[in-house]
């Protein structure tokens, strides 16, 4: 079962962070913005905080993502919005398909229906650096966290400020395990829903920093506004000057553009 902390009053909304975080990532943030509009519960993805990883037997990548979803969706509430960032983004949309019935509205937050790069798909990670860092968090785990960790808010306005707060916060925080890492790199590297996303029939939003440098801010406008069927339900708003942590480089924005979304308060597009 995964480790789940829920507080605050009103309709369920469900938070799945990204790769290599945690619930003390957003608390604060959480609890500060959100919390007094909606029920929140924070649920950490298997492997990391206090989720035990899921020991699985040499999965396929079809296998490890179903498992991975089957654990999420054990504890949603049975009716609920949910938000993903990053990675919890992907995983976000791969529960909203899977179980439409259970979630209400849908919030990518710096996130995509693929993160890696192929041929037909040129907004997101080179397949060879997403090699790379497989190979360089089994030899120098703690390196190429620290090196991730920075990247994620490059971009974002004061990002020297920013940074040198998150390291200070996680001098509190529990290094992942190994597993849960690789296994999110899989997921990251293998997941592909874009086939999929005429299907997903729940309002969504889509959260986007502008100089994230994971997910490029204009890759919404052909995977998403250009397909009148998922245009029709969808909302974008790119984040100026905020890169792939808008939560905490713009947390008053961040939170004033999904409470006015659940809400359904008029969002500046973009």
């Known amino acids: 079962m995964l480790n789940t902390e829920t507080f605050g009053h009103g309709p369920n909304l469900c938070l799945l962070h990204g790769w290599a975080a945690q619930n003390a990532h957003w608390r604060m943030w959480a609890e500060e913005t959100l919390a007094p509009h909606f029920t929140v519960t924070l649920i950490e993805l298997p492997g990391f905080g206090d989720s035990a990883p899921l020991e699985l037997d040499s999965p396929t990548p079809q296998q490890l993502e179903a498992a991975w979803v089957v654990a999420i969706q054990a504890v949603l509430p049975q009716k609920t919005h949910l938000l993903g960032w990053s990675l919890g983004g992907l995983l976000a ?89 690789k296994q999110g790199l899989t997921l990251l590297k293998e997941m592909d829903l874009r086939n999929e996303l005429p299907h997903l029939s729940h309002p969504s939003l889509w959260l986007l920093g502008e100089n994230d440098p994971l997910i490029p801010a204009h890759f919404i406008q052909e995977t998403v506004l250009k397909n009148s069927t998922i245009a029709a339900n969808t909302h974008v708003v790119i984040l100026p000057k905020a890169g792939h942590m808008p939560f905490r480089s713009h947390p008053i924005q961040t939170a004033t553009s999904i409470i006015d979304f659940l809400q359904e308060k008029t969002l500046k597009h973009d």
């Open 93 to 181: 949309q791969r529960v909203a398909l899977s179980h439409p019935q259970q979630i209400d509205k849908l919030i990518c937050l710096a996130s995509t229906p693929r993160f890696t790069q192929n041929d037909q798909w040129q907004h997101g990670i080179s397949p060879q650096l997403m090699a790379d860092f497989i190979n360089a968090i089994t030899q120098e785990t703690l390196k190429t966290l620290n090196t991730f960790w920075k990247l994620q808010l490059q971009g974002s306005e004061n990002a020297r400020h920013h940074i040198k707060q998150f390291f200070t916060l996680l001098k509190s925080c529990k290094l992942p395990s190994l597993t849960g890492l």
